[in-house]
C-alpha cells in the first residue's frame, strides 16, 4: 500500500524557518516529479513546488524562501521554508502521481 506521510509541521514566528518532509512508502518515486501543495482555511488548494529528475518548480509567492529537495535513495521529498510569512500559514500536502499525503500544517505567527 502507497503512503506518503508529511512531517515537519509547527508553530513559527514570521521570519523564522520549518523543513517539511514527505516520507514515501510502498513503492519507488524514482522518475517521477514530487511536490508541495497547500490549501489554506477557505481557499482552494494551490501549487507550491515541484522537483523531478533534473529541476525544480516554485510558486512566485515562495521564490526565493522555500527550496524543495529529495532524496530518492530515503524516497523522500523535503521543503525548506525560510522568511516565513502569516500568509504561508495553511495545510501543506506532499503528491506524486495520484497520491497525496494526508498533510502538516503549517501555521505563521505575526
Known amino acids: 500500500q502507497v503512503q506518503l506521510v508529511e512531517s515537519g509541521g509547527g508553530l513559527v514566528q514570521a521570519g523564522g524557518s520549518l523543513r517539511l518532509s514527505c516520507a514515501a512508502s510502498g513503492r519507488t518515486f524514482v522518475g517521477y516529479g514530487m511536490g508541495w501543495f497547500r490549501q489554506a482555511q477557505g481557499k482552494e488548494r494551490e501549487f507550491v513546488a515541484a522537483v523531478t529528475w533534473s529541476d525544480t518548480y516554485y510558486a512566485d509567492s515562495v521564490k526565493g524562501r522555500f527550496t524543495i529537495s529529495r532524496d530518492n535513495a530515503k524516497n523522500t521529498v523535503y521543503l525548506q521554508m525560510n522568511s516565513l510569512k502569516p500568509d504561508d500559514t495553511a495545510l501543506y500536502f506532499c503528491?506524486?502521481?495520484?497520491?497525496w499525503g494526508q498533510g502538516t500544517q503549517v501555521t505563521v505567527s505575526s
Open positions: 503528491h506524486t502521481e495520484w497520491y
